[in-house]
């Protein structure tokens, strides 16, 4: 009642107004700037706790003078311009080192420690000022209010900071406010009622009241530019942030090379545009597109002429959509585009534009192109009920528009884009087939036809596929060749042929198939000489394998490579041979080691007097060059002994071996040698025991 009746009694309430609302809205500002500061980091943090800290100690110094001038004591005042400014420069310093206490990596107690050492400068501020201010009487204090007032800042000004920093959300930062308002004017008006004057002199000595409210004005109008300063400052930050935080989202959202949405803002309408489709029980279409030439411009005229290219794509698909339509760049030089429908016809209509602008010219430069386009479209809810169902979908037909060369959009249809899925699905099965170890190593044996016995075998890989079990090579290796993935599987089968090879106790050859896409993409040569060295095989123990569409690819670089390789000591047999195009050319361009006469022409050389003449001719060939002929697909006795007959030098089939793991095969050659050596049984002819 006492505090109270000083604020009635003793004070001008026109400035205690004018002191509150200048301590309310300069704590408003302190904490927003407070919290600005909290966001930020470095150097920026450091200038953001200045501009704290002058906000809050303007704030509480003009506070304080305020209602210093509005305290009428009736008697003559005189202010200490020295004490007065460091009354000032003590809120401002104390506020600062408080504010950046609170903010530091102390112990958890750092916002309640800051808040008290911001208590402690409003409390250092206003009796400094006190001991600034002179008037004509006596002065007595009363402790207990001095001691009351000190306790009240400190207490409810790290109240106030906790709050700010540790909750915040919107209630809590009006509880921040007013214990800071709290903090600040309890402490002024407690220890105001702490004082008390007893006049000296009265009259003529009077200080004049109107000067006194001209110069609480004063101070009130250098507070405004003090906290205007601060915040000019929030405000312009607040705009570069934001803006910043606009062109952040715009460039994650958009691509920056043509200006449509990215995968992303795709990704995110399409969720949107589900959910609103199944609200409204209407139709979603989700198209793929994929450029069909964009490759030859970038090969052709550079990746700039490409980028113009794109741009111009990009121009044109802004300008064909229209509302419920929606068209994003998700990658190279494809794009994937939305559109929400009720009948059939308003989806035709969108997929002709955008198959139209996708093939009118495009002019770079001096130079006009068309790239095209293939298109594929699937539809919500018939060809799926997600949106990752829906893409896929739509990306299956897309691949076979693109696989067609007649056609440039393909709707979704379940029977054939299923096996295309299936083959994507395995494709990606077999690219985790070598780290899993799920490949293994089967032999085929090659024999003597003359005499029966073993030349060496022809490795073949198998594939356990955890689900479906043994995969045929004829389904896996093409799929490997157009993954990619046959350039590491080839590695590993010559690497573990090699290896279990320089085990074996009989120095047999083995057979290595090699794929047209090694050629193109690794340095066989230096591979081969490495997989010799790290396995201790002897390089004329391996063969290598090439049909003749490895080398009508690039015949100059593949017969380099293969010079290269027989350079090592590596023999080179021709595989298939009769199937080409060019056999008698490849056969003059590159003196193979070997040719393997292929399996078509046995399959039918029982019946076919043309086949029969066919075999006759090859291995006429192959005496004329000197280069021995093996003959593939041996099913029957008959087949071994025409080519018997016919000079044959060796032959392979299942006739004479299946394929089998190594440990079978060596077990089998034992129990064979076993036989033999006792003396029992009867010596069984060569030929008699590899059919067995």
Known sequence: MRVISCIVTAHN???????????????????????????????????????????????????????????????????????????????????????????????????????AVVGLAITAMHYTGMMAYHVDGIVEWDMSYVFASVVLSVT????????????PWRYWSLTALVLFVLAVVLLHFTAMTAVSVTPLATGDGLADSYALKAMAVAVAGGWLLVIGTGIASYMIDERASQESIQKLQHMALNDLLTGLPNRSSFNDYLDRALEHAKEDSAKLAVIGIDLDR??????????????????????RLLRVIKDGEFVARVGGDEFAAAKRFQNQSELLDFVARLEKFLFEPIRIDDFETVTGASIGVAVYPDDGD???????NADLAMYRAKADIGRAVCFYESKMDEAARARHTLAQDLRRAVELDQLDLHYQVQTSVQTGEVCGYEVLVRWNHPERGSVPPSEFIPIA??????????EWVMRNACREAATWSKPYKIAVNLSPVQFAHADLAKLVHSILLETGLSPSRL?????????????????????QIRALGVT???????????SLDTLRSFPFDKIKLDRSFMNEVDDSIQAKAIVRAVLTLGKSLDIPVLAEGVETNHQLEILRIEGCDEAQGFFLGRPKPVGQIFQVEQMADEELASPFSGRVPPQRMRRR
């Not at 210093?68 to 310093?93: C, K, N, Q, R």
């Not at 964009?294 to 121009?315: P, T, V, W």
């Not at 060749?481 to 080839?490: F, Q, R």
Request: some cysteine.
């Open 386 to 392: 997600d949106q990752e169902r829906l893409i896929s």
């Open 481 to 490: 060749e157009e993954s990619g993935t046959i350039l590491v599987i080839g």
């Open 294 to 315: 964009f490759k030859e411009i970038n090969d052709l005229r550079g990746h700039k002429a490409g980028d113009q290219a794109l741009k111009a794509i990009g121009r």
């Open 543 to 563: 063969e290598l394998e090439i049909t003749e569409s490895t080398i009508i690819a690039d015949k100059t670089r593949t017969l380099h490579v293969l010079r």
């Open 156 to 167: 409810l000004a790290a109240a106030a900071i906790n709050q700010a920093i540790r909750r």
């Open 572 to 582: 080179i047999a021709i595989d298939d041979f009769g199937t080409g195009y060019s």
């Open 13 to 115: 309430l026109w400035l205690v107004f004018l002191a509150a609302f200048v301590c309310v809205s300069g704590s408003w500002i302190t904490l927003n700037l407070l919290r600005r500061a909290e966001r930020t980091y470095g150097l920026q943090r450091g200038g953001w706790i200045f501009l704290t800290g002058v906000a809050a100690g303007a704030s509480i110094w003009c506070t304080h003078f305020i209602a210093m001038l509005a305290y009428e004591v009736g008697a003559p005042v005189t202010f200490d311009p020295i004490l007065t400014m460091a009354s000032f420069l003590l809120a401002v310093a104390g506020s600062a080192g408080g504010v950046a206490i609170a903010l530091s990596r102390l112990p958890r107690i750092a916002p309640e420690l800051g808040g």
